[in-house]
């Protein structure tokens, strides 16, 4: 069947864990080697290696960060189905392990953009889950006063800048970004998140060409989670390598269930970027979801594919494994973080739940910039018809 | 940019070859390359990108090489540039200005003589101003680059060739006034960019004729400066809006709801508007100016008016 042609490949790098080296410490945060589950893929340029040094206590930062990022999504896909969650709502859930990884590799001076699926992005970058929820349900606690919506998160003070509803629009604003940290002369990066939908518009090659040309420091992330809605890789790309779309830009494919893999790699393309212009990886990822809320996600893939990548790729199942191999934590001590992490999320709901809708002043708000009032008013000035702050 | 390191120019052949119409002429020499940016033919990327490093608070000046091109920045220019600073509850300002030469030229062709004021001024979250002297070319550019909010600053193809004299001393206009032009009692005519030289022409014939039109030279394109607006119409009663704009949608239409809507009361007669036709401009000279409004167009409605 057509339909399950390529399922085979998304199966290819399965969970393989070899650890090279395992300090046996009684200090807590003892340094451990992990070897990715498959190795990178270079164009243009030598990829790094496949050996990622973690820590104990970061291992267990990616399985609590995960594990929270899932409860979220899945929450999130309740409240949408009670309605509480209107328009489009698009979850993130099994692409988790990109967020993470790349959240490890940076700080908060360099900065992420990413397209409307955001949520644990938005997350790993700072956001609490009260504002996430408020903001899903349109209430004034929100990120953005409930004023922008799911596809619209931003955390300005953490380099978080959105949340873009038009695909492929802010990949040129990504670009911006770093031609300002290197108008500025920072020493940061950019990191410009797009999908393999968004892959084929033109501005990303325009961007990218551009940010060659300036050697900006920016890093155009494809998350290739194989499907543009409902439209699968290999019918909407002649060439679904997104690694190598860049032609004269080196680029680098990445496990993207894998968190480790995907932060040696943004590590590495930090390193490049500020020293020799862009570069693009790609991060081979999965959601389990459909596009968007209004997407059963089954029409153009099968449950079974869905299933297959769930059980042997899923991010959180490979952090958990290496926990428990490496006795970092016992099975109880994640089922309880599990379940702390379960009351945080339903605390955060309710929290939510309370906050009011936003004010009808609020419509008016943060249209144009304050100080800069304008007023449309009759002629005598005694009527004010509105005034915008 | 001599004042602020964070103004930034960016746009195609700004740099070293000064501008298409020399309006950046010697600043990539004084300001070196990142400065005044030459950039590839990308306006959708270019002005996404400028869009993107105002979000963290460069002031960049992006120039459309003719107003036209930026038809393909409209996504940018309506979801990113208008709206950021809305969806993101305030955290970004987005203090752009986007600017270009536009209007009918002679003889450039439909796609090269745009007028995109009508179709940029939905949008939410931006402003729009129209200069036609040198002296409120300086001020108001001055105003739009240091305003907070994103700007649409339309030039005309025609007008920079024009020579004032113009104070020394540094000066800022405001972005949201209209100039009076020439006060009068009979007739308000509102009017902006180039139609102003047409209005002033004919208006030179109606005071031979004996009438006194209040000519008003709108600048604020969005939002309009109704105060001035509303008092001239209280003063004259009687209302000609004179603009390159297409008749459907365009300024002038929004302009005669507005005066409508506020000042219906005070008006003796409706509300003429003359624009564009609505048709892409043709090549042929003479087809050309029939297409844009003439000062004996101008003095036939002012006399049809005031009857």
């Not at chain 1, 393989?16 to 190795?39: A, G, H, K, M, Y």
């Not at chain 1, 340029?45 to 995960?66: A, G, K, N």
């Not at chain 2, 950021?84 to 003589?113: C, D, M, N, W």
């Amino acid at each position: 069947m057509a339909l399950t042609r390529r399922s085979s490949n998304l199966l290819k790098s399965l969970t393989t864990i070899n650890p090279t080296t395992r300090l046996f410490s009684t200090s807590s945060d003892s340094s451990i080697t992990i070897e990715t589950s498959v190795p990178f893929t270079g164009h243009k340029i030598d990829p790094p290696s496949r050996s990622v040094t973690t820590s104990s206590s970061e291992l267990m930062t990616f399985f609590t960060d995960m594990s929270q990022m899932r409860r979220m999504e899945i929450a999130a896909d309740s409240l949408y189905k009670a309605k509480l969650i209107r328009g489009f709502c698009h979850l993130y859930d099994g692409q988790e392990a990109v967020a993470v990884g790349m959240e490890a590799a940076i700080t908060r001076k360099d900065n992420i953009i990413t397209a409307y699926r955001d949520h644990c992005l938005y997350l790993g970058r700072g956001g609490t889950l009260l504002e996430t929820f408020a903001e899903l349900m349109g209430r004034k606690d929100g990120c953005s006063k409930g004023k922008g919506g799911s596809m619209h998160f931003y955390k300005k003070e953490n380099g978080f800048y959105g949340g873009h509803g038009i695909v492929g629009a802010q990949v040129p604003l990504g670009c911006g970004l770093a031609f300002a940290q290197k108008y500025s002369k920072e020493d940061n990066v950019s990191f410009a998140l797009y999908g393999d939908g968004a892959a084929n518009q033109g501005q990303l090659f325009e961007a990218l060409n551009m940010a060659a040309l300036w050697d900006l420091p920016a890093i155009l992330v494809c998350e290739n989670n194989h499907y543009g809605m409902g439209t699968a890789e290999w019918r909407a790309a002649k060439s679904p390598a997104y690694y190598k779309r860049g032609d004269y830009v080196p680029g680098l494919k990445v496990d993207g269930m894998d968190a480790l893999a995907v932060k040696q790699a943004c590590k590495f393309a930090k390193e490049h970027a500020l020293k020799n212009g862009p570069i693009i990886l790609e991060m081979d990822t999965y959601r389990y979801h459909g596009h968007s809320m209004s997407d059963p996600g089954s029409t153009y893939r099968t449950r079974d594919e869905i299933t297959g990548v769930r059980q042997e790729r899923d991010p959180i199942e490979r952090i958990r494994k290496l926990l428990l191999s490496h006795d970092i934590a016992t099975e109880k001590e994640l089922k309880d973080i599990e379940k702390e992490i379960r009351k945080e999320v339903d605390q955060a709901i309710a929290a939510a739940k309370e906050s009011p809708m936003p004010d009808p002043s609020e419509l008016f708000t943060n249209v144009y910039v304050k100080g800069y009032g304008v007023e449309a008013f009759g002629a005598d000035r005694k009527e004010v018809r509105t005034v915008l702050p | 940019m001599e004042r602020d390191p964070r103004v930034c120019v960016i746009g195609e052949d700004v740099g070293h070859y000064g501008g298409s119409y020399k309006v950046t002429k010697d600043l990539a020499g004084k300001y070196g390359d990142l400065r005044v940016l030459d950039t590839p033919i990308a306006e959708n990327s270019f002005t996404g990108m400028a869009i993107g490093a105002a979000m963290t608070g460069l002031r960049p000046i992006v120039e459309g090489m003719n107003m036209g091109f930026l038809l393909l920045a409209f996504n940018q220019i309506s979801n990113n540039c208008g709206m950021l600073h809305y969806t993101s509850g305030g955290q970004f300002k987005i203090p752009v200005v986007i600017r270009g030469p536009g209007g009918v030229g002679r003889q450039l062709g439909a796609e090269h003589s745009q007028r995109l004021e009508s179709y940029f001024q939905s949008i939410p979250g931006i402003q729009m101003v129209a200069c036609s002297t040198p002296y409120n070319a300086k001020g108001l550019m001055k105003a739009a680059i240091r305003s907070d909010n994103p700007v649409i600053l339309f030039e005309h193809v025609l007008l920079y060739n024009l020579k004032e004299r113009i104070p020394d001393e540094e000066y800022v206009l405001n972005l949201e006034e209209a100039e009076m032009v020439r006060p009068g009692e009979h007739v308000t005519i509102l009017t902006y960019s180039r139609m102003r030289y047409h209005v002033m022409q004919a208006a030179k014939t109606l005071v031979n004729k004996g009438y006194d039109p209040e000519v008003i030279d709108i600048r604020s394109l969005k939002p309009f400066d109704l105060y001035t607006i509303g008092n001239s119409v209280k003063k004259t009663h009687r209302v000609l809006i004179v603009e390159e704009c297409m008749r459907t949608g365009g300024i002038g239409a929004s302009l005669t709801a507005a005066i409508t809507e506020n000042f219906h009361d005070y008006l003796d007669a409706q509300i003429v508007c003359l624009s564009s036709q609505d048709v892409p401009t043709p090549y042929a000279g003479t087809l050309e100016e029939w297409t844009v409004v003439q000062p004996t167009q101008i003095v036939t409605a002012v006399q049809q008016l005031c009857r």
